[in-house]
């Protein structure tokens, strides 16, 4: 079973503070990319894959989709996402993405915000995805870039210079990593990025488009904190099709 750190009550205190739990999609910075990476949303039916508060959920179910899935495994994201929509044509459930159990060719439209990166069955998940995703269907995505996820402590270190860089850790040793992000002890699973991708081919995904996401000069200049984002790519955006 995938680890369920977002019921943990330091690390869920710790997340529901984050500008995107608070704001929602417009407080994503990838959001404007991510978005362009997707079809038109009007009479689809889309399935979100760990789908946090719904922000996502109600946004599909706003531009016109016909019926919006939202399956996460943590309790208190639910209860969140069930407590802030309205919208009858949603349901969320709770779901284990290692265990993922949908009916075949009954979407139109699947879509994840970093979720992908706690699962260590990928290749399982992505079949089973596409089975259950109809003909020409599409699948939009973001992950932790696998560069972002195999740092070496302490992360950003600074020269005599003051030039910062971000040293990585054994990037080709695949496998967990364990670190401490709003709480102790959290797994995420890191994957070269031709292994992540290879995984989408293998699974018989068709790839549309990948983005090593990084902020414009717009967004820097409104948060100047984003210019960090710029010495190593922390997403990554990745668009398939069936």
């Known amino acids: 079973m995938t680890q369920n750190i977002y019921d943990d009550p330091q690390f869920f205190q710790?997340?529901?503070?984050?500008a995107r739990s608070i704001d929602g999609l417009d407080a994503a910075p990838e959001w404007?990319?991510?978005?362009?990476?997707?079809?038109?949303?009007?009479?689809?039916?889309?399935?979100?894959?760990?789908?946090?508060?719904?922000?996502f959920c109600r946004w599909a179910s706003e531009q016109g989709a016909q019926s919006v899935l939202g399956l996460d495994v943590s309790e208190k994201m639910l209860?969140?996402?069930?407590?802030?929509?309205s919208n009858s044509n949603i349901r969320y459930e709770r779901a284990d993405l290692e265990q993922l159990d949908l009916p075949v060719a009954s979407f139109d439209l699947a879509y994840s915000s970093l979720a992908l990166h706690y699962i260590k069955d990928l290749p399982g998940l992505f079949s089973k995805l596409h089975a259950a995703l109809k003909p020409g269907a599409c699948f939009v995505f973001s992950i932790e870039h696998p560069i972002f996820m195999?740092?070496?402590n302490p992360g950003?270190?600074?020269?005599?210079?003051?030039?910062?860089?971000?040293?990585?850790?054994?990037?080709?040793?695949?496998?967990?990593?364990?670190?401490?992000?709003?709480?102790?002890?959290?797994i995420k699973q890191h994957r070269t990025l031709g292994t992540l991708l290879n995984t989408l081919i293998a699974a018989g995904f068709s790839i549309r488009h990948v983005n090593e996401w990084g902020p414009t000069d717009a967004q820097v200049a409104a948060q100047p904190a984003?210019?960090?984002e710029r010495e190593r790519p922390m997403m990554l955006l990745v668009g398939v099709q069936c």
């Open 14 to 18: 710790g997340y529901s503070q984050m």
């Open 32 to 55: 404007p990319a991510l978005k362009a990476m997707l079809p038109p949303t009007q009479g689809l039916k889309v399935v979100d894959l760990g789908c946090g508060y719904g922000w």
């Open 79 to 85: 209860e969140k996402a069930r407590g802030t929509t």
């Open 150 to 152: 195999a740092p070496r």
């Open 156 to 186: 950003w270190i600074t020269d005599a210079e003051g030039r910062k860089s971000w040293p990585v850790d054994n990037y080709q040793l695949q496998g967990e990593r364990v670190t401490n992000w709003l709480a102790d002890g959290v």
């Open 226 to 228: 984003l210019s960090e």
